[in-house]
């Protein structure tokens, strides 16, 4: 019997995280048991220390990004799905200056700013969401989240800045997903 030896091959990946590529890895083998499992290392995670957590998170979010580069939508469902119910069950403060923080006020000025038939892009399910009237009831739940808008929306008008041209959709790129 010949023995053919395949070649090894080298994956490369220097800009992802071993978490992520683990994540990656551990969807490959066991699809449909992956969201147990992510729902799982979510928890024991938590358990843990705030900073497993966090790395986790930013697993997360960066197998959801690799997913999409892949053309993988299943696997980003999966990942996007448990970021969200992390994000339910777990209290995760941001402070005022996290980027996170600052790109979602301005999310929302933009969203408030842009009319119905511009840029802004909702699923049919998010109509009820996405209703410029429902920010009220947040604003009236979360003052400081008002405050921060008010503060950016001021600034943007100090800086003679139009709203409707910084779509912050567009930013997101620039920030490199750095976990500040």
Not at 80 to 104: E, H, I, K, S, T
Not at 111 to 124: I, R
Request: aromatic share 10%.
């Amino acid at each position: 019997m010949i023995s053919r030896r395949r070649p090894f091959i080298r994956l490369w990946l220097p800009n992802e995280s071993a978490i992520m590529f683990a994540l990656f890895i551990q969807w490959l083998h066991s699809p449909r048991t992956f969201r147990r499992f992510l729902d799982h290392s979510i928890a024991m995670d938590h358990d843990t220390s705030q900073q497993t957590a966090q790395d986790m998170h930013w697993a997360m979010v960066r197998l959801h990004l690799f997913a999409s580069h892949l053309d993988l939508g299943k696997l980003q469902d999966l990942a996007m799905g448990a970021l969200q119910d992390l994000y339910l069950n777990f209290d995760w403060d941001a402070v005022p200056g996290a980027r996170v923080r600052r790109w979602a006020v301005a999310m929302v000025a933009f969203s408030l700013t842009v009319p119905d038939n511009q840029a802004l892009k909702f699923h049919p399910q998010d109509a009820a969401t996405s209703d410029p009237a429902r920010f009220q009831d947040l604003f009236a739940s979360l003052p400081d989240f008002a405050s921060d808008r008010a503060t950016h929306v001021g600034n943007m008008t100090s800086a003679g800045l139009d709203i409707r041209c910084k779509n912050p959709q567009l930013r997101i790129w620039a920030n490199k997903l750095r976990n500040e």
